[in-house]
T-cell receptor, first 118, second 120 residues
């Protein structure tokens, strides 16, 4: 069965600290897609990144970086030099299946609430 | 400002009321989704529509009735709800065409701001 686990419920850091949000997933499929979303207090989920199961190359976008490790089924997210505006709930999600078996279903983790203090 | 608009933003209703949530996407996407987000629970997918056809019903109680008149609009009709139905209801859309044999579900979903629903 597919599952996404974000073991960290809440993280609190001081501005300019680096912080890593963990995500571990379970799937039986060989083809799958992983996502990170940010949910600020306003409510809408904002798409941050997508990774497919065949691409293990790590990615950096500004202060954000992602570490995809198939061997450990993990897709961790690091924010470097955190800022107050980074305070939000962050969700990791998994989409699996291919072709007719894919119904567009995203499986979300429980979310990690990040608080960045000034 | 997102390309997915949800109305109303807040809704308070009694258990015997009938109301509807509305979602409109301006992104030219093919698939639309309803999610429920309760306190201390992960986001739960409720329904998926692709080109106006329902492709997923995640065992949702019949007091929630979705309607998708076209690819740009999605409604969630509510009747005789229970207090445990109080939650944030999020609508999303994506460019996935789930009719395709090689559909991958790899397109990011774009979310609206949600409707915060309170059942008295």
């Amino acid at each position: 069965a597919q599952k996404v686990t974000q073991a960290q419920t809440e993280i609190s850091v001081v501005e300019k600290e680096d912080v890593t949000l963990d995500c571990v997933y379970e799937t039986r499929d060989t083809t799958y897609y992983l996502f990170w979303y940010k949910q600020p207090p306003s409510g809408e989920l904002v798409f941050l990144i997508r990774r497919n199961s065949f691409d293990e190359q790590n990615e950096i976008s500004g202060r954000y970086s992602w570490n995809f490790q198939k061997s450990t089924s993990s897709f961790n997210f690091t924010i470097t030099a955190s800022q107050v505006v980074d305070s939000a709930v962050y969700f990791c999600a998994l989409s699996e299946g291919h072709g007719s078996s894919n119904t567009g279903k995203l499986i979300f983790g429980q979310g990690t609430t990040l608080q960045v203090k000034p | 400002e997102t390309g997915v608009t949800q109305t109303p933003r807040h809704l308070v209703m009694g258990m015997t009321n009938k109301k509807s949530l509305k979602c409109e996407q301006h992104l030219g996407h093919n698939a639309m989704y309803w999610y429920k987000q309760s306190a201390k629970k992960p986001l739960e997918l409720m329904f998926v529509y692709n080109f106006k056809e329902q492709t997923e019903n995640n065992s949702v109680p019949s007091r929630f009735s979705p309607e998708c008149p076209n690819s740009s609009h999605l409604f969630l009709h509510l009747h005789t709800l229970q207090p445990e139905d109080s939650a944030l209801y999020l609508c999303a859309s994506s460019q996935d065409d789930l009719r395709l044999l090689d559909a991958r579900g790899d397109q990011p979903q774009h979310f609206g701001d949600g409707t915060r629903l309170s059942i008295l």
